[in-house]
């Protein structure tokens, strides 16, 4: 499975960027897709997943109404919109894939797949 993200890049507090992460190879197997992040010194963790499946989704508190996470299974394409970015939202944003049993964790160690990453600065 290859995932690359595309979309970061530098904005402003208060503004809004949208991530998109496009999927290929033996997705199949795959049920959970997800975006985390890792801010300067932090560790790296869950933003917003969802099951591709369903569509049920699962976001960090600290987004949750900021953030909306999709999935465009036609062009095997995650998305991640995001609003009123803080400078706190600033980090490497990566998309991952795996295949969990219930809901779609948060937690990174949870999935087999990750993209190589993109900024996201916030200032």
């Known amino acids: 499975v290859q995932l690359v993200e595309s979309g970061g890049g530098s904005v402003q507090a208060g503004g809004s960027l949208t991530l998109s992460c496009v999927a290929s190879?033996?997705?199949?197997?795959?049920?959970?897709m997800g975006w985390f992040r890792q801010g300067p010194g932090k560790d790296r963790e869950g933003v917003a997943t969802?099951?591709?499946?369903?569509?049920?989704?699962n976001y960090a508190r600290s987004v949750k109404d900021r953030f909306i996470i999709s999935w465009d299974n036609a062009k095997k394409t995650l998305s991640l919109q995001m609003h009123s970015l803080q400078p706190e939202d600033t980090g490497v944003y990566y998309c991952?894939?795996?295949?969990?049993?219930?809901?779609?964790?948060?937690?990174?160690?949870?999935?087999?797949?990750w993209g190589q990453g993109t900024q996201v600065t916030v200032s």
């Open positions: 190879g033996k997705f199949g197997s795959l049920n959970s």
């Open positions: 991952a894939a795996g295949f969990l049993l219930g809901v779609a964790s948060l937690s990174p160690s949870r999935y087999d797949n």
């Open positions: 969802l099951r591709t499946s369903s569509g049920a989704t």
